[in-house]
């Protein structure tokens, strides 16, 4: 269903603070530095009002705006994160431990910094103050390609334990460990509501506590942790069903909200 242009640009005028938020929140989950987190802000705009305010015109009103919002602003992120940073993407593992160590990747793999280095910059630039140790955990939980790339350079010299076969098995079985799982949650938020598949995605892709989810989709918390209750019940039969071990589950749900 399009909107008339004039009709798309009031709309869009009306929806600004909801976009700003949207787009605050979006660059806070990733650790945006202060500059790209403005860089990303103008790309959204310019995305929203380009070919006559088209994707503003494209709503159908099948979900909430704000919903709807979310979903095209994460996505924007997304492609903004590639334009950035070129054909380089994070490891299946960074990507399971979510934006710190996404970053601290980013800075070890593509840009070859030094482990120090890197722990300066994700302090500096992004303001991400984790503790060096749990920063070389993270650092030795990357796959082996990460870890053969700076052995010479002593990157990891506080990190526990060096390569070893039986550690890129277990590397291996993890990346396709999850693989499995991302690939059954795609197929889960198909068959959901556009608020619910959201509220999926802000959890297991972005990360987001049950209170972020709430001020992002303007969700009282109460209602919201029993929804996300009866998503994550489903989720996990899905999983069980396409032969996800019980105990692999567990673990995947352990960590709490708050």
């Known amino acids: 269903m399009l909107v008339p242009t ?6 869009f005028l009306k929806l600004l603070p909801a976009i700003e938020r949207i787009t605050a929140f979006v660059t806070r989950r990733h650790h945006a530095s202060a500059d790209e987190a403005q860089e990303f802000s103008s790309y959204v705009n310019e995305k929203l009002i380009e070919n006559d305010y088209g994707v503003i015109r494209r709503f159908e009103g ?7 919002l ?19 993407r994070p490891s299946a593992a960074a990507r399971r431990q979510g934006p710190v160590a996404i970053q601290l990747e980013r800075y070890l793999v593509r840009d070859g910094l030094p482990f120090d280095q890197a722990a300066e910059a994700l302090a500096s630039n992004h303001g991400i103050t984790v503790d060096r140790d749990e920063l ?3 650092a030795a939980s990357l796959p082996v390609r990460f870890r053969r790339r700076t052995e010479s350079e002593d990157v ?22 999850w693989d499995r799982v991302m690939k059954v949650l795609a197929q889960e938020q198909a068959k959901l509501p556009p608020q619910d598949a959201q509220i999926l995605a802000l959890k297991f892709e972005d990360g987001a506590k049950v209170s972020e989810i709430a001020a992002t989709l303007r ?3 109460k209602p919201l942790y029993e929804r996300l209750k009866r998503l994550l019940k489903r989720l ?23």
């Not at 004039?6 to 709309?11: G, I, N, P, R």
């Open 70 to 88: 979310v979903t095209v602003i994460s996505n924007q992120f997304h492609d903004f994160r590639n334009r950035e940073w070129g054909k380089w």
């Open 219 to 221: 969700i009282g918390q």
């Open 236 to 258: 996990r039969f899905a999983l069980a069903a396409a032969g996800i071990d019980e105990a692999e589950i567990r673990t995947l749900f352990r960590e709490e909200d708050q």
């Open 6 to 11: 004039q009709s798309a640009e009031d709309t």
């Open 136 to 138: 070389g955990r993270i």
């Open 156 to 177: 990891l010299r506080d990190a526990p334990a060096p390569d070893s076969a039986e550690r890129a098995v277990l590397d291996e079985e993890r990346r396709l460990l």
């Open 62 to 68: 099948r979900s909430s705006v704000e919903t709807f």
